[in-house]
């Protein structure tokens, strides 16, 4: 019991850490204590979490409950959630039962990590290591996040997504791979508009036919 209660001491310290790298608003450690609903839904879904693999009835639910009514943050005891994971802001975020998320992930609020209909089994994503997941976001279904993957706000994710790439739009689109923000930071107003992009390859197809057409005198 007491290792237990050491190494749940240990992670709410890491926690705490993984706030202060990440969020430039948190000033010192009591404020984070007192002011980070994610925190404190964090720390609820680990107890509510270790009741739940001890096959504990009932009351991992009940803190899973009481969680949501005062962070507005929800998360189901059986999800599984690896080290240093942040939920910035917070308001209105589901993580679902069946959902598994790596080490080193940042989500922001109004993100939903759930399934697509009534299937059983496993019906929620798996999120892989370093990944960002934008505002309002919507992840559902039984699909993969790879390591490293961008996910901007209001983006609706149904499909997998490799390592290395950034996804916007509805449904998400890829519209960079192979790219790697070791710091950690997704830049909104930097990310590529694929219907922009497409317009412009139009746009340049539709002159270099007028071109070919002028050239032969049509």
């Not at 709410?12 to 990440?22: A, G, H, P, S």
């Not at 009940?62 to 943050?73: A, E, Q």
């Not at 679902?96 to 209909?117: H, K, N």
Request: glycine letters at 10%; a positive charge; hydrophobic letters at 40%.
């Amino acid at each position: 019991m007491f290792k237990t209660i050491k190494r749940g001491i240990s992670k709410v310290k890491e926690d705490i850490q993984v706030i202060y790298d990440k969020d430039p608003a948190a000033e010192n450690i009591l404020e984070v204590l007192l002011c980070y609903p994610g925190l404190h839904a964090l720390i609820a879904y680990r107890l509510a979490h270790k009741f739940h693999k001890w096959h504990i009835p009932l009351i991992p639910r009940i803190i899973s409950y009481i969680t949501r009514i005062i962070t507005g943050i929800e998360i189901h005891p059986a999800a599984k959630i690896g080290r240093k994971f942040f939920i910035d802001h917070g308001e209105g975020v589901v993580i679902g039962a069946t959902t598994e998320i790596g080490d080193d992930v940042l989500i922001y609020q109004q993100v939903t990590l759930g399934g697509t209909g009534k299937e059983h089994g496993k019906r929620h994503p798996t999120i892989g290591n370093n990944v960002i997941i934008g505002a309002g976001a919507k992840i559902l279904g039984n699909i993969n996040i790879g390591d490293y993957v961008r996910i901007g706000a209001g983006s609706v994710v149904v499909e997998d997504v490799p390592e290395n790439s950034t996804v916007i739009g509805v449904p998400g689109r890829i519209v960079q791979r192979h790219f790697r923000d070791e710091n950690g930071i997704l830049m909104h107003n930097r990310i590529p508009d694929p219907i922009k992009c497409e317009l412009n390859r139009l746009k340049y197809e539709v002159l270099e036919i007028k071109e070919e057409l002028k050239n032969k005198g049509v």
